[in-house]
């Protein structure tokens, strides 16, 4: 009961703390991580527990799904060069510099050994890095190559990370063999994911659109991570394959489906995000606890490998940035450019996270042969606190000082002109209706009439004089919906009386009131002609 009232406290710290980074324009996450070190050190707070190999399968399918699902295949491939460069190019650099240095602060610790420390941080969080992209206003190629470094650079870490650790249990490594299970892992996990994504396709096509449809794309990214998983392919890629897959044919999602399964999956994960961020917060006091030796000595080197892990991200970023950008423009590629200011912004977006904690408590006992263990894990838990304390508090004033901030006008025009062309395909598609002879022309009329305002109150399609006895019609039409609704009210609190009634029958009453509720809905879709003017 106590883990349980723990949990129930971090979700409700996560809603609080949520609306409070947004009016500090913070990462939530960075406040979560916080209030968990905060709750900590209370005295009688139970630190909660978790088996280490449920951490991934739990927190992160339904955090990858949510993420995938705001981008698409096109913005990967148009920046795959800039995505490879991060997400598999710097995860083995990292690895390979840490797993350098913690050899030489840690004397006899085993190359492989600190290898694997390198790969649980080396890749940056995917959360931190959709949340930052999203509620700083990034430029949308910097906001794109972000978000695809953190949705792709799990895989790589995740199997250096076990290559490394079964390598120093077994006292066996081979180069070729680590090669190959990371180009099978990556292989299997996009296989994996095209096949539950056309399964899932499918089943869309059979299912009623709500309750069924919602909760199929509620479940599958954890199918889709399991099967990956058992299949020793990438749970990572798999989850991200599904959801860009299905991100091409919404077509198949019934409009139901899509509005209640996305205010589902931001609810989801903005919970789950806060409560694994807070749970680190929460976890680092029981692993400072079991650092054997001088404690001061571990976070001195903590604090190395911290500042290894900016410092090689900068270098990187800023070399290799350069160069590609040469090679771009050599090649005729007009792609929005890259300046340093960009640069320095990507640079600083390294803090690590989830996939970071999980992989450390993860790390097999020293008695089963994996030594300074419970070192490793204090300086993993060090990174991860480190970098989202001082990278997280201070990117969102940096990226207001350096200006790299997505225009506003920009994003309206984008918005308004997609929205004309939808505008345009529906009334194309009403002539051709009307061509067919089908369908009476006073209803398409009808039809047309109403399309005038809600595209006036989309942004698009101004009301010319040509479609002001339209709008004269519509106004008459308003004044008749609210009618209606201040009938529904009363019909529904009459309902809810009725159901509090002795004797009262509550299913039956609530079939009527959803039947009520509904109708209140599609009355409410209709805009107000005085908003539109």
Do not use: C
């Amino acid at each position: 009961m106590a883990q349980l009232t723990l949990l129930l406290v971090l979700f409700a710290a996560t809603i609080v703390l949520a609306s409070t980074a947004d009016r500090l324009k913070l990462p939530y996450p960075v406040l979560l991580l916080i209030f968990g070190l905060a709750v900590a050190f209370v005295p009688g707070v139970p630190l909660p527990t978790i088996a280490p190999e449920l951490i991934l399968p739990l927190v992160l399918p339904p955090l990858l799904f949510a993420a995938a699902r705001r981008t698409s295949w096109r913005e990967f491939y148009d920046n795959r060069r800039a995505i490879g460069l991060l997400a598999v190019a710097l995860v083995a650099v990292t690895a390979a510099a840490v797993g350098v240095l913690l050899q030489a602060l840690v004397p006899g610790l085993p190359l492989m050994a600190a290898i694997a420390l390198g790969a649980m941080v080396a890749p940056p969080d995917p959360v931190v890095a959709t949340v930052v992209a999203r509620e700083l206003r990034l430029p949308r190629r910097l906001k794109t190559v972000l978000e695809g470094e953190g949705l792709s650079n799990d895989a790589t870490s995740l199997v250096l990370y076990e290559v490394a650790v079964a390598s120093t249990v077994t006292g066996a490594f081979s180069p070729w063999r680590a090669g190959g299970t990371l180009l099978l892992a990556i292989a299997l996990g996009i296989v994996v994911g095209l096949a539950v994504a056309f399964v899932t396709r499918w089943l869309l096509g059979k299912l009623p659109a709500h309750p069924a449809g919602t909760a199929l794309l509620l479940v599958v990214p954890f199918a889709a991570y399991a099967a990956a998983d058992y299949a020793h392919g990438s749970g990572v890629l798999a989850v991200v394959t599904l959801a860009l897959a299905l991100s091409r044919y919404a077509d198949t999602e019934s409009a139901q489906t899509r509005l209640v399964s996305g205010a589902t999956w931001e609810i989801i994960e903005l919970l789950v995000t806060g409560a694994a961020f807070a749970f680190v917060g929460l976890e680092l006091r029981a692993v400072a606890h079991d650092v054997s030796g001088d404690l001061r000595t571990a976070i001195v080197q903590g604090a190395a490998i911290t500042a290894l892990v900016i410092v090689v991200r900068i270098v990187w970023i800023f070399a290799v940035t350069s160069i590609d950008e040469n090679v771009r423009k050599r090649g005729g590629d007009r792609a929005e450019p890259v300046g340093w200011q960009e640069m320095a912004i990507a640079s600083w977006s390294g803090m690590r996270g989830v996939v970071t904690l999980a992989a450390a408590l993860g790390l097999p006992a020293a008695a089963d042969g994996f030594p300074e263990r419970n070192r490793l894990v204090f300086i993993a838990f060090f990174v991860v606190l480190a970098t989202m304390l001082i990278q997280g508090l201070t990117l969102p004033p940096l990226v207001r000082r350096l200006g790299v901030l997505a225009s506003r006008n920009d994003e309206r025009d984008a918005e308004r002109a997609l929205a004309e062309r939808a505008r345009e395909a529906g009334l194309h598609r009403l002539r051709e209706i009307r061509a067919d002879g089908d369908i009476e022309d006073e209803l398409i009329d009808q039809v047309q009439d109403s399309a005038v305002v809600m595209w006036r109150k989309l942004g698009t399609g101004p009301l010319d004089d040509d479609h002001r006895t339209a709008h004269t019609r519509l106004r008459h039409a308003w004044r008749v919906e609210e009618l209606e609704t201040e009938m529904l009210t009363a019909a529904r609190q009459e309902v809810v009386s009725a159901r509090d009634e002795p004797g009262g029958d509550a299913i039956v009453a609530d079939r009527v009131l959803h039947r009520l509720d509904a109708r209140s809905a599609h009355t409410r879709e209709l805009p107000d002609p005085n908003e539109v003017e």
